[in-house]
């Protein structure tokens, strides 16, 4: 029995923040969940694809994450308990049906996770997703701790239906991937069938509802106002003058900080983690009890700029500051020491210096950038592609392992800001310089968003080639499957979409599918498109070998080696391929038998032959 | 009591996750708070990989620099970039066979010279303990077993209170069946470090 399902009230499990918020929407009776996986939101989706693999729990790894949310917007409105889990950009995307779903409303509870970056560990930018509830007018609730990640998802449910709304629980990295011990809730009794109630002049957007139905949201976010004012997730700690407002991660470095100050009696902290609507009327009752108020947050002056207007409504004239030169930045995650020496700071406490050894005259530690795989597909588009086109084309590239050929020798990517965008910008770039234009999109970015793109510019007469770097699989994240993927060996009743009959649809008259570690066809099938005016599109198909190693029946290829006698050191295997399976020993080349993947890519680069598979004993 | 912060530095694939699971399960089992984070950015295309332990009372889930008590390190290159988040009262249980990355196995960067930043920090912090993890991982039956030998080694050493009978317990009922008489053996092996 998976670990979450597990039935035993009062017992304490070791869990992953993620692992805390898909066993609270367990707690919750949450029966129907979707997601399209990002990180540091993938291990919520994982836990809820696994458990709907031995219960009546829905799981569904939709195309997209606007795709996902309009799924369980449905079920909710049949009455179910529905869970829909993304990152923070994932939000972005689903943001359309989003906006427009807090003017419906929704029948059963809808739980919406978005998962926020702060330092951008594995993100393309670190966006603060708590002005979606503003930009909404949908609550949103914020944990501080594993703990509370699960109960929170467990009340985000009831607030849900109270309501009637879809409600966002907001994460940060630091907890998503955080572990501690969370005591266990009774599990939850799952409603997995609905009915669906019309009534199309509540639920049909069209202008004449809307009128009615924003002053309907605005009434429900003032309802929920005053939820927040009374909600446990806010509340007061301490009586002393000095005011101290913090969320999330934050709430635990102002926590600790002050108890290792020893100053907690001079302070009163409000903890906020029913965020959104401000909980304006407790925090007119705190400030009201502070000298000067320090506003502890990552990201955007968000609750700063509530605070500060709170205080403007209720006449105080304190002093409230937060983001600033010299306190808080916007940029980036916070720590404990950069808390407590910004809280020592603004409220003249002493405090013991920091004791970092020096480390200056220490040799450098080398960088150790993630790189493509041995034995990746990609780099064997990459380097075929480069063969042709050299540095004379522009490359837009796009979101998932792939994006990694941007480091040397590869240097393949241009541009990349969004999923998707890869194949939008293309056309902008080739129209705009004239020069020849090559577009990356791995398979799933290709199904969460590459198609209208795609659409659009044979629409439009674009002239570019897209490159579908097809490895079978949404590798960057964890293998998860998608519309094109191959799911058989895991019993899954799922169709598999062909990206040639996608892209033929589309409208692209010139398609070539190629096995990108066969070099020579993949240079001919890249020259041949060279020369093609209007879209394009290469599929470049062979499997990702870390996902092949999970799958039944694997069996590992044959590694090679460097014949010693043949080798004449041209390296052109280091300095084109740059495989990782690859090392240099007493100026000479090796190969690590056990980083090789035997996909015989760099046997196609030596100009002796000297690179041969291992004889098996 | 007060808090006790560890952290575990390792290159992907030595098992960095698996290590601090098993100091969390034994906290929880004996009791004692744990916080705990981790980060694995790419780490199986060849990235670093940090986990925190926090053990006793307390609301952080990460260390800040120079704030840790204890640093784990699985390679020795990864304890030089670690070392700012060390202090003079810190303890440095460490591993000495290199995993170079991929850039100074094509010869674009160098590696350091361990033994020369060894003798630095040695003089800088608490106590130093650097030994060949690796090959004693090895003797035990794996090379994948490194995690169990550096656990072993951090439960011999007296920088986290917690028995080392207990973390043999844990390594019993939550590493995978096939590889716990290995994993016993290197737990093992890493507590005759000393």
Known sequence: MHMLLKNSPEETILMLGNEAIARGALEAGVAFTTAYPGTPSSEIALQFFQISRESDLYFEYSANEKVALEVAAGAAMCGLRAMCTMKHVGLNVAADALMTLAYTGIVGGLVLVVADDPFMFSSQNEQDSRYYGKLSSLPVLEPSSVPEAKEMARYAFDLSEELKEPVILRTTTRINHSSGGVPLGPMGKRKTTGIFKKDPFSYVCIPSVSRRLHPKLIANFEKAQAIADRSPWNRIEGDGRWGIVCNGVSYGYVSDALKELGVSEDFRVLRIGFSHPFPEDLTRSFLEGCDKVLVAEEGEPYMEEAVRNCAQKAGLALMVKGKEEGLFSRLYEFDPVLVKKVITRFFTIADAPYRTIQTDDLPEAPPRPPNLCAGCPHRAAYVAIRAVFGNEAIYPTDIGCYTLGLLPPLNMGDFLIAMGAGVGTAGGFSRASGQKVVAFIGDSTFFHSGLSPLASAVFNHHDFTLVVLDNGTTAMTGHQPHPGADVSHLGLPHSRLSVEAAVKGLGVETVITVNPLKHRKMVAAVKELAEYKGVSVLIARAPCPLHERTLPHYEKKRPFYVNAEKCLNHRDCINKVACPAFYLENDRVFIDPHRCEGCAFCVQFCPENAILPIKQE | ?194
């Not at chain 2, 020795?76 to 990355?101: F, G, L, W």
């Not at chain 2, 060949?132 to 090379?143: E, P, R």
Request: hydrophobic letters at 45%.
């Open chain 2, 1 to 194: 009591m007060k808090t006790t912060k560890l952290m575990i530095v390792a290159v992907g694939g030595q098992g960095n996750i698996l290590a601090a699971r098993v100091l969390g399960e034994a906290a929880l089992a004996a009791t004692v708070p744990v916080r705990m984070s981790e980060f694995h950015g790419m780490a199986q295309r060849g990235g670093v990989v940090e986990s925190m332990v926090l053990l006793g009372e307390g609301d952080s889930y990460c260390i800040a620099d120079g704030d840790t008590d204890v640093l784990l390190s699985f390679e020795p290159s990864e304890t030089i970039r670690a070392a700012n988040k060390c202090s003079p009262d810190s303890v440095i249980i460490t591993n000495t066979a290199k995993v170079p990355p991929h850039t100074v196995a094509l010869g674009q960067t160098d590696y350091p010279d361990i033994a020369a930043a060894m003798e630095l920090l040695a003089g800088r912090v608490r106590h130093l303990i650097a030994y060949d993890a690796t090959s004693l991982a090895v003797k035990a039956g794996s090379s994948l077993a490194l995690n169990m030998v550096m656990l072993g080694a951090l439960a011999r050493s007296g920088a986290v209170s917690l028995p080392p009978d207990l973390f043999e317990q844990i390594i019993r009922s939550k590493t995978k069946k096939q590889f716990m008489d290995i994993n016993l053996k290197a737990f093992e092996l890493g507590m005759q470090v000393f």
